[in-house]
């Protein structure tokens, strides 16, 4: 089936929520994935690769509002989120033959960021987490965009978290408490597998620097496996990756998007590829399907896949 809007009851405040939903018609439990929405949009936008792709696989799939644009206080990685998508798992749950131990998260740009925050804050929920061009440090993603061309995004930030968080403290502290940062060691200590993505000119030609998705590997990785900050700015700066950090196996399912450099760490992994702020939905299903709750994450290379247009706009 196709998706279609629905309503699902939200504990936080007593409502009914909006998302789009596929249920598979299939006897056997299924696989869920719950896909999230970009950072200035909605329910409404960017479900039909998701669709596509939940079809190929016949997954259950919800595509969820979570209070929609990040510019809105009751969006942008607050509690109320965080709620509504725990609601979201158990409303699938509850109407679909939902296979518990392949419940999956994936989402790009804004949607990375709250994939990433929602590992840190309900590493319990999920089999697997696909993350791509994630926002994982609030406070300062809104000092990038500030003055720049991108200066909605700061202004978004303040909007959402109450003011400049470089003049306000409770500004700040309410970028804290919305950044994957802040939560990401709760990821690391439950053993999640968190597989993070993002393309080299992201920053440049896209919105979100790839420091943050280095940083966001860091927290997930073993100190003697993380990246240092030269080597982080080298390729921020650069575009291009320092010697010696350079991929040399080939990915298929990334075959025209090339792997430039990639590493792993406990069950985290970071791939950086050729590309700016992308997501490529098929890419992150073939990763996903090979994931179970309770095994040890499947790190190996992918198959070839549909790679049809995943650059977001916002």
């Not at 000119?201 to 030269?230: I, Q, W, Y």
């Not at 990763?287 to 190996?300: C, E, F, N, V």
Request: hydrophobic share 35%; proline share 5%; aromatic share 10%.
């Amino acid at each position: 089936m196709s998706l279609v809007e629905i309503t699902y009851f939200c504990k936080f405040d007593n409502s009914m929520q909006p998302a789009m939903f596929r249920c598979s018609a299939a006897e056997e439990k299924r696989p869920l994935v719950v896909a999230l929405h970009t950072w200035s949009y909605d329910h409404s936008v960017y479900y039909e690769e998701y669709c596509a792709a939940a079809e190929k696989w016949d997954w259950h799939l919800i595509f969820p509002k979570f209070r929609g644009p990040n510019w809105d206080p009751d969006g942008c990685g607050s509690d109320m989120v965080v709620s509504d998508l725990e609601d979201a798992v158990a409303f699938m749950k509850e109407k679909c033959n939902v296979d518990p131990d392949r419940v999956y998260l994936v989402g790009g740009s804004g949607g990375g960021h709250c994939s990433l925050l929602m590992a840190g804050r309900r590493p319990d929920l999920w089999s697997a987490v696909s993350s791509w061009c994630p926002i994982s440090d609030l406070k300062a993603w809104h000092a990038q965009c500030k003055g720049g061309k991108n200066d909605g995004y700061a202004k978004h930030i303040e909007s959402a978290c109450g003011g400049d968080p470089e003049i306000s403290e409770n500004a700040a502290r309410q970028c804290a408490l919305r950044s994957p940062l802040t939560w990401l060691a709760n990821a690391r200590r439950a053993g999640v597998p968190v597989d993070i993505n993002t393309g080299i000119h992201d920053g440049h030609t896209g919105s979100v620097p790839v420091s943050h998705a280095f940083n966001a590997f860091n927290m997930l990785a073993d100190e003697k496996e993380r990246f240092s900050d030269s080597e982080i700015d080298y390729i921020v700066r650069e575009e291009r990756v320092p010697d010696g950090l350079e991929y040399r196996e080939k990915d298929e399912a990334f075959k025209d998007h090339p792997v430039l450099l990639r590493r792993r760490s406990g069950t985290a992994r970071m791939t950086l590829f050729e590309g700016t702020h992308n997501i490529f939905p098929f890419i992150a299903f073939e990763w996903l399907a090979r994931q179970s709750g309770g095994k040890a994450p499947d790190w190996s290379c992918g198959k070839a896949v549909d790679c049809r247009s995943g650059e977001l706009s916002k």
